[in-house]
């Protein structure tokens, strides 16, 4: 039987030479990320229960920054200094109804939207100067997570959702899960 003393040496240099043959377990030097930009997004600005994106809106290639927080979408862009304010998306709902959002071309048209998931119901929004043209769409099942890209390169966009057949809980058990990916044409939606 081997002793603790015999099989110690072996484990460390087991270690040594696992961390020299995986990059990944290297960690970076903070240092390394260059920093352009550190401070206060607006001045009334609560920390708690805040989610942000990012998203080109106009189509002129510059991202706002979209920050969610309670019952709105505060929207923002960078001149180079601050972020000035530019739009408000009021969601009408608390804070806790909306967990999934996401923001994208969904459309193909070269603007991002910004699209909301409330239980089995989808919500975009389309920024038409000078406000948001809304759409709602009902979905067979609860969508959990959701994300925007081309995933069969015709170079068009998919909605690609994560689902549940029953709503969440604490407690469910024997939920059915799927993904779903979406075309959305013309404002309407369609499995593909
Ligand atoms: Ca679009
Ligand atoms: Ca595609």
Not at 51 to 73: E, H, M, Q, V
Not at 141 to 149: L, T
């Amino acid at each position: 039987m081997l002793e603790v003393k015999e099989i110690l040496p072996k484990l460390l240099l087991i270690i040594f030479v696992f961390n020299f043959m995986n990059p990944i377990s290297h960690s970076k030097n903070p240092a390394e990320f260059n920093k352009v930009y550190e401070g206060v997004l607006a001045d009334n600005m609560e920390s708690r229960n805040i989610s942000i994106r990012i998203a080109d809106l106009s189509g002129d290639k510059k991202d706002y920054l979209i920050a969610k927080y309670n019952s709105a979408f505060n929207i923002y862009k960078f001149d180079g200094e601050v972020w000035e304010f530019a739009y408000c998306i009021d969601i009408q709902g608390n804070e806790w109804d909306i967990k999934v959002w996401t923001t994208g071309d969904l459309d193909n048209d070269r603007k991002d939207e910004i699209i909301i998931f409330k239980e089995k119901t989808i919500i975009v929004y389309d920024l038409a100067e000078p406000d948001f043209i809304k759409t709602t769409h009902d979905f067979p099942y609860y969508i959990e997570s959701a994300v925007i890209g081309d995933i069969d390169n015709d170079k068009l966009n998919e909605l690609i959702m994560f689902c549940c057949d029953e709503p969440w809980s604490y407690n469910r058990q024997g939920c059915k899960y799927n993904v779903f990916v979406v075309k959305y044409d013309n404002r309407k939606m369609s499995i593909s």
